[in-house]
């Protein structure tokens, strides 16, 4: 598989088989995506991985946490608007996602909450002293991960919400308050007999985003 199909293979996967992924693979993984570039080297990205008892625990406590009504904490601030076009994007992402999964897509709130089932989340974070030009790094760094992901014929899906409550990922994976948990991303193997896994979401042509000038 090269680069060019990497990235068409690549997808969000919303539900995911319970087979688990083997602690030296995502070692591999983590050791290719390793080679992205950072700004001056400084490799801003801190990693930790939960799978089995200690991910279950994870989940349980944002059950918890939902269940009694606690608000969404996440390190990262969401964003207090969205530009139009951006709206009617989203917008858009949930009327085609209705139409490729049909019914199923009533299930996708309860996937969200429940990590899709995956066997184990990858939680990138960093330095709460560093500035956004080290989240473009780790923007470059999960893209790393997911395209060596699909390579190695595993799926995957970058989600906050799997960071609406860090500190309940700080207290089960000893994450220090020195860092931002800034984003996951669940890591398993497709559950292709799942209907929201039909649903695959259309991308920009690059003529409607991207301006070229000085070429021939």
């Given amino acids: 598989m090269n680069v060019t199909e990497a990235l068409s293979a690549r997808r969000s996967c919303r539900a995911f088989k319970p087979d688990p992924v083997n602690r ?19 490799q801003p990205w801190e990693v930790y991985v ?22 969404p904490c996440p390190d990262l601030p969401r964003p207090k608007s969205w530009p139009e076009e951006h709206k009617k994007r989203t917008q858009q992402l949930t009327a085609d996602m209705a139409l490729a999964a049909g019914e199923a897509v ?13 066997p184990a989340v990858i939680y990138l974070c960093m330095d709460k002293t ?3 030009w080290s989240i473009f790094d780790l923007g470059a760094f999960s893209q790393s991960i997911m395209l060596e992901a699909a390579q190695r014929g595993l799926s995957t899906i970058p ?8 500190d309940v990922i700080r207290r089960e994976l000893g994450i220090p308050d020195t860092l931002s948990v800034i984003f996951g991303i669940a890591i398993g193997y497709e559950d292709t007999s799942h209907p929201i ?3 695959r979401s259309a991308r ?13």
Avoid: C, M
């Avoid at 009533?106 to 995956?118: I, V, W």
């Fill in 159 to 166: 989600a906050v919400n799997l960071v609406h409550y860090p």
């Fill in 204 to 216: 920009r042509p690059a003529g409607e985003f991207a301006v070229l000038k000085g070429f021939d």
């Fill in 24 to 42: 030296s693979v995502i070692l591999q993984l983590l050791e290719a995506a390793a080679r992205t570039p950072s700004w001056a080297n400084t």
């Fill in 197 to 199: 896994n039909a649903f």
């Fill in 106 to 118: 009533k299930q996708f709130g309860q996937l969200n909450l429940k990590g899709f089932y995956a």
């Fill in 50 to 71: 939960a799978a089995g008892d200690v991910l279950q625990a994870i989940k349980d406590g944002f059950l918890e946490r939902f269940g009694s009504g606690t608000p």
């Fill in 130 to 132: 560093l500035t956004p």
